[in-house]
């Protein structure tokens, strides 16, 4: 599977836009782990820090969800790897978790994120609440902070998967 990266048209509209950055981060995290063993993808390369690339798409599928579940709609399905005992649970990772799992959940957030935003214009409040804040958030923040946290970890994702196996790029 090879990930197609495009950036959005140079024309494109506020909404075309800010979907087509969210989307071409979302595409580069996917980038970023392709061609890796789940060992491999579950390494923690960079110590002392734990982030490991699985984790990685296991912790943006639980900020998606976070976003364009909880706050944006108003449903709280609760987290998918975090507890109680383990809030961080998507980043501590076992021989169990695979590639598969993790990507297919992702992708699932991902998918229900798109059918959720589909229903609001950028300038619309959201229904539900963030641990952040009390006050509700337009679909533009939410779109811009997604970009922000995709961008962020994409960033980690690189010096992750550099030292997993020498890969760069940009």
Same mark, same amino acid.
């Given at each position: 599977?090879?990930?197609?990266?495009r950036?959005?048209?140079?024309?494109?509209?506020?909404?075309?836009?800010?979907?087509?950055? +969210?989307? !071409? *981060? @979302?595409?580069?995290?996917?980038?970023?782990?392709?061609?890796?063993?789940?060992?491999?993808?579950?390494?923690?390369?960079?110590?002392?820090?734990?982030?490991?690339?699985?984790? +990685?798409? @296991?912790?943006?599928?639980?900020?998606?969800?976070?976003?364009?579940?909880k706050?944006?709609?108003?449903?709280?399905?609760?987290?998918? !790897?975090?507890?109680?005992?383990?809030?961080?649970?998507?980043?501590?990772?076992?021989?169990?978790?695979?590639?598969?799992?993790?990507?297919?959940?992702?992708?699932?957030?991902?998918?229900?994120?798109?059918?959720?935003?589909?229903?609001?214009?950028? &300038?619309d409040?959201?229904?539900?609440?963030s641990?952040?804040?009390?006050?509700?958030?337009?679909? @533009?923040?939410?779109?811009? *902070?997604?970009?922000?946290?995709?961008?962020? *970890?994409?960033?980690?994702? &690189? +010096?992750?998967?550099?030292?997993?196996?020498?890969?760069?790029?940009?």
């Open positions: 599977m090879t990930t197609d990266r950036e959005p048209a140079l024309n494109a509209g506020e909404r075309a836009m800010l979907e087509g950055w +969210l989307d !071409y *981060h @979302r595409r580069t995290l996917a980038w970023k782990c392709e061609g890796l063993t789940d060992e491999q993808l579950r390494t923690a390369s960079v110590p002392p820090s734990e982030l490991s690339l699985m984790g +990685l798409v @296991r912790h943006m599928a639980e900020v998606e969800r976070g976003w364009f579940r706050v944006l709609v108003g449903d709280d399905p609760g987290p998918i !790897y975090g507890t109680q005992e383990d809030p961080d649970g998507e980043f501590h990772l076992t021989e169990v978790d695979t590639w598969q799992e993790a990507h297919t959940t992702w992708q699932e957030e991902i998918e229900i994120a798109r059918r959720n935003t589909a229903g609001f214009g950028l &300038d409040l959201s229904r539900g609440k641990r952040f804040s009390d006050e509700p958030f337009s679909l @533009r923040w939410i779109y811009t *902070h997604m970009i922000e946290e995709y961008a962020r *970890h994409n960033g980690h994702a &690189d +010096l992750i998967r550099e030292r997993v196996d020498g890969a760069t790029g940009y």
